[in-house]
C-alpha cells in the first residue's frame, strides 16, 4: 500500500497575516461572514482566456440570439473535452482548449446558426436594433449592441469597424440573399468565432494592494458564468454599465437575484451530481438473482432521487450542508418506496417522502450513493470509505498497489469481516490506510445491501456497523451511519471540504493556498448553521478571490 | 496530364470508400504527395490484456489462445487455434513481436501505466496517482502529425466506447506532458474534422464556403494575434491560443478528400450509435473510425491515427459472447475473471474463454482495416497497406496479472519496405524495458528522425536506453 496523502482539506490556511483590505471592494471587513481582523482572503492564481464549456456555449448561444432553445444537438456535435487529472469538475480552465475538430464544429455550428437567424424574419427581429436612415447605420448599431452582448463589454471603435467591413463583404458572401442579411449573416458567423465570444478574457492588469481589480464587466461574466452557466443578462449589463458591480452589495444583489432563477437550479444541481458522482449510477448493476425486486430502471430512479432531494435542500427548503448530510426526506417512486421498505401506495411518479429516520438520515443513506458503491452482490465498504474520504473529508487516497490478492471467501463470515481480515492484518502495508482510514468510513454502511435496502443481518449474523472513523482531526466513535451523517454534519473540516468544492467549480480551477481561509471561514458558518447553500455560494461569488485576480498568472 | 495520387486509388472487390472526383478541387499539395507514397501509421489500442497462457489465482492454468504457435515465419499452421488466426490471409504483411516490455513506472494501477505509456514511452508526471495519472510526454501519434503531416494537422485520435470512466475515458494520446489531446468520438464529427468542413456539400457550395471562410478567419486570426501580444498571458494561456490560432486556416486540402454523398449519408447514418457500452457497436464505431483513417492517410491528410477502444480500462464495454449471443460482463471484470473491477468480486466462470472471444473480436476489427487498406492499389502499384503501418497494440500482457511485460504488439505492413514482414519475432533486450525501442522503430519507419538525420531513436523517456529494435528492420 502507498503513502496516504493527508492533510489536503485545509492546506495553507493555518497561517494568520495582517489584514489589508479594500474598502471598495466586496469581502471587506464588517460584512456579514467577512474575515476577521487577522484574517486575509486573496484571490488565487488563474487563467486570463477560460474558454466557454460546452455547457456554457450552448446557453450563450440561446441568450444571444434569444433563440427558444439552446442549440443541444449542435453542442452534442462538439469532441468532449479531455480530462484533467485530478480536477472533479468539467470547467477546468486549463484543459479547455481549441484544437482543429473543436475549431471545424465552432465553424460549422456558426455557419448553421448565423443561416438559421438571417433567413427568418422573425428570428432576426429579435437581435436586430430598430431600423434607421440607412442599412449601414442599422448594421453599425447592430453590430456595437450585438457586439456588446457576445464579446460581454463594448466593443473598441477598431472592432466595430473590423465587423462592418465583413458586414460590407455580405453581397458578396451570400449573393442570393438581399445584401442587408447577407452581411448581418457574415457578421454573426464571425461573432460566434470570435475568440472574444469564445473564451471568457479577463483584461484587466492594473494591480493595487497585491490584486488586481476586474472590471464591471468581468465581475459580471464571473457572476454569470459561476451562477448560471450562461452569458449576463441585460439586468447584469447594466450593472456593469453603472458601476454597480464595484462594491459587495452590487454583487451580492444581482448573485441573489440569479440565485432565484431557473438557470442557477441547473448550475446547482450539475454541482452536486458530479460531487456526489452521480453518473456512477449508471453502473449500478444489481445481480437479478439476488435482487430481483429492482429492474434496469433502477438506477435512472436513483439519480432522479438525487436531483430532487438536492433541489429541495438547498432551493425550497434554503437548506445548508448539514441538511443534504442529515435529512431523511427525499422523493420516490413506486420501486424506490419497496427498496426503502415505505408501506403505502406508490406509483411511477416521484413524490416527497420521509424515511424511517431510525434507518436513513442524508444523501449518503440513500440508495444512489450505496447501490452505486456495491459489487452485484454485497455492499463494497471499501469504496465507500473512499468516496468519503476523498468527496467529502477532501482527504486523498493514494492509489492501490497492482494485483491486490482477491477477497477470500466468506465461509460463514459477514461481508464486513471478510473485508477486515483482507485488509486490516495488523503489520501488513493495506492496513495503514484501510484499518485508519478507509474501513472505519465505510463498515458504518454495512446495514445497506448491495442495493441500499436496510438490513440488520448478514450472512446469518448481526451487522456490526461501528467504527471510530478519522474526521477532521479527531477519531469519532459511531455506532453506524446515522451517528456517522451526524458526526459529519457536525465537524467544520467537512463544511470547509463542501466551500472548497464550490470555490473550485465556481473559480473553475484547482484549490489554491489563497483558497484557505475563505474555506475555512465558510467552513465555521457552515457547521454553525450560519449559512444555506445558497448563502454559501453567495458568499464565495462575493469574495475577495471571485472579484479581483492575483497578480501573477497561473501558469 | 498528371493524374493526383487519389484519381489513381483504386478499390478492389468493392470494399472501397469514395474518392474525390473533381480534377479542379486538387490542391498542389496533393499532387506533392504523387510523388512517393508517404508512409503512415495507424494505431489500434485494446486494454486489459490478452488471453495467454498464464497461471491465475481464479481459474488455475490458461492455456495460450494468442501467440503464435512458433517464432519465425507466420504460416496459417503457427497460427491455427490462436487469435491471430483471424489475420491468416495477411500474415505475409504481418510483423509480430514477442518480448515488448514496458517500465514498470508507479502509475499507481496497472491500467493507468499500461494505456498512458502506450504511446508515449514516458512516466506519470506525478507517481501514484492510480485514476488521475498523466503521462509525462508527447505521444508518438502527436509527434508524427506535428512533425510529418501536412500544415502540422493534429494525428487524427479517434475513442470507441461509453465517454468517462477509468482514467477518464480517452487516455493515450497527447500533446505534451499532462496534457492530453482530446478525443473524435462521434463518426460524423470526426469525419467533418478530417475533411475540414461540412459533409453534404456539392463542389460549388464548397468553394463559396472557403471563400467566406477566408474572410472570416482573417478577423478571427487578428483578434486572435492582438491577444497574443498582450504581455500579462500566461505559458497556459498562451499554449492555448498558439493551438487556437495554428488551426484557423484554409483546408481546401481536406476538404477535396471525401467519401461519396451516398457514403457520407451511410456514415451519418450509423454514427449515432457512438456513445455506447455494447460491444458490438463499439467496434462498429471503431470501424467507423477506421474507415474515416484509411481515407485520411489515402489522402495524405495525416499521416497518424490512432483509435482507442474503451476506456482506461474497458470498464464500460459488455463485448457478446457468440457462443450464447448474450452480453458478457464488462471487459474489466472479464480480463480480472472477476465480478468486480477489483480483487472483490466473485469468479466469473470460463473467463478464460470469455476474454479469448474478446480477442478475436479485435482481431476481426484489425482484419477490417487491414481488408481495407489492402484494398487500395496505390500509382505506384502497391496496395496501400504496404506504405505503412498498422499496429493493433494492448496495454497491459495479461489481464489478472496486469503484467507489464511481453505486451502484444501485432504490426501490419512494411512502411515501404522499412519493416520485416511475414515473421514472429523476439525482440531484444532480454526483459528489461524496450517498448520505447519499439516506438522509435515505429516512428522511424513512418519517417522521424533524430537531430543527426538517422532512424529516431529517442522518443520516450530520456532516462530509457535509446536506440531502435533493429530486429525488426528489413
Known sequence: MRPVLLGLALGGIAGCEGTIHDPERPGGPGTPGGPGPTVVEKPARSVRMARLTHAQWSSTVKELLRLDAPPTALAEGFRADPAQSGFLFDNDARALSVDEALWGAYQRAAAELAGQVTTSAAKLARILPASTASAEERARAFVESFGLRAHRRPLTSEEVEGYLALYRKGPQAYADMPAFEGGIRLVLEAFLQSPHFLYRVERSTEARQERVPLDDYEVASRLSYGLWGAMPDDALFTAASEGTLHSREGVATQARRMLQDARAKHVVEAFHRTLFDVPRYATIRPSPTRFPEVTQRFPEYAARENTLFVQDVVFARQGRYSDLLTSPSTFVNDELARVYGLSGTFTADFVPVTLNSRERKGVLTQVGFLASHATSADPDPIHRGVFLSERILCRKIGAPPANIPPLPAPAGRTNREVVASHTEAPGTACASCHSNLINPLGFPFENFDAIGRYRTTDNGHPVNASASPLIGDDNVQVRDALDLADALAEDASVHACYARHWVEYLHGRPFAEEDGPLVERLGKLSKEGGLSIVDLVVEVVTSEGFVNRHPEELP | ?474
Open chain 2, 1 to 474: 496530364m498528371k493524374l493526383s495520387r487519389r484519381l489513381m486509388l483504386k478499390g478492389v472487390g468493392g470494399a472501397m470508400l469514395g474518392l474525390p472526383l473533381l480534377e479542379s478541387l486538387m490542391p498542389r499539395v496533393a499532387h506533392a504527395a504523387d510523388s512517393g507514397a508517404l508512409p503512415y501509421a495507424i494505431f489500434f489500442r485494446q486494454g486489459n490484456g490478452v488471453a495467454a497462457a498464464q497461471n491465475t489465482s481464479e481459474l488455475g492454468a490458461e492455456p495460450e489462445r494468442f501467440w503464435p504457435r512458433t517464432l519465425g515465419a507466420l504460416t496459417a499452421e503457427s497460427l491455427s487455434g490462436r487469435a491471430l488466426g483471424v489475420l491468416t490471409e495477411h500474415r505475409s504483411r504481418l510483423l509480430v513481436v514477442r518480448n515488448i516490455n514496458m517500465r514498470d513506472y508507479n502509475y499507481g494501477d496497472g491500467h493507468a501505466r499500461g494505456a498512458l505509456q502506450g504511446m508515449t514511452a514516458r512516466g506519470p508526471v506525478v507517481e501514484g496517482a492510480g485514476g488521475g495519472s498523466e503521462a509525462a510526454g508527447e505521444s508518438l501519434d502527436h509527434r508524427i502529425g506535428r512533425v510529418l503531416n501536412p500544415q502540422q494537422r493534429d494525428s487524427l485520435f479517434f475513442y470507441a466506447g461509453r465517454r468517462g470512466g477509468w482514467l477518464g475515458g480517452p487516455c493515450i494520446s497527447y500533446r505534451s506532458s499532462g496534457v492530453r489531446k482530446a478525443a473524435l468520438h462521434d463518426p460524423w464529427a470526426a469525419y467533418q474534422t478530417m475533411i475540414g468542413g461540412p459533409g453534404g456539400l456539392t463542389p460549388e457550395a464548397r468553394e463559396q464556403l472557403l471563400v467566406r471562410q477566408r474572410s472570416v478567419n482573417d478577423l478571427v486570426k487578428a483578434q486572435l494575434q492582438q491577444l497574443q501580444k498582450r504581455p500579462e498571458l500566461s505559458s497556459s494561456d498562451r499554449q492555448r491560443l498558439d493551438l487556437h490560432l495554428s488551426n484557423v486556416r484554409d483546408l481546401e486540402v481536406a476538404l477535396s478528400c471525401r467519401m461519396r454523398a451516398d457514403q457520407e449519408l451511410l456514415l451519418q447514418q450509423q454514427a449515432p450509435g457512438y456513445d455506447s457500452t455494447m460491444g458490438d457497436e463499439v467496434l462498429a464505431t471503431a470501424k467507423l473510425h477506421m474507415d474515416i483513417a484509411v481515407l485520411a492517410v489515402a489522402c495524405g491528410t495525416t499521416r497518424a491515427a490512432v483509435i482507442q477502444v474503451g476506456n482506461g480500462n474497458d470498464g464500460d464495454t459488455r463485448y457478446r459472447d457468440p457462443t450464447t449471443n448474450q452480453l458478457m460482463e464488462n471487459f474489466h471484470y472479464v480480463s480480472h475473471r472477476r465480478t468486480s473491477h477489483d480483487s472483490s468480486g466473485g469468479i466469473i466462470t470460463g473467463s478464460d474463454l470469455l476474454h479469448h472471444q474478446v480477442d478475436l473480436q479485435f482481431a476481426s476489427a484489425f482484419k477490417y482495416l487491414l481488408d481495407r487498406l489492402a484494398a487500395y492499389q496505390m500509382p505506384d502499384g502497391k496496395r496501400l497497406i504496404e506504405h505503412g503501418v498498422s499496429v493493433w497494440y494492448n496495454d497491459l500482457g495479461n489481464g489478472p496479472a496486469h503484467s507489464a511485460r511481453n505486451i502484444p504488439y501485432v504490426l501490419a505492413g512494411s512502411c515501404n519496405g522499412f519493416l520485416k514482414q511475414g515473421v514472429y519475432v523476439e525482440a531484444s533486450g532480454g526483459g528489461n524495458p524496450n517498448h520505447n525501442r519499439l516506438l522509435n522503430t515505429i516512428g522511424s519507419a513512418v519517417g522521424l528522425r533524430n537531430a543527426a538525420g538517422g532512424n529516431l531513436d529517442d522518443f520516450g523517456d530520456p532516462a530509457l536506453p535509446k536506440g531502435v529494435l533493429s530486429e525488426l528492420i528489413a
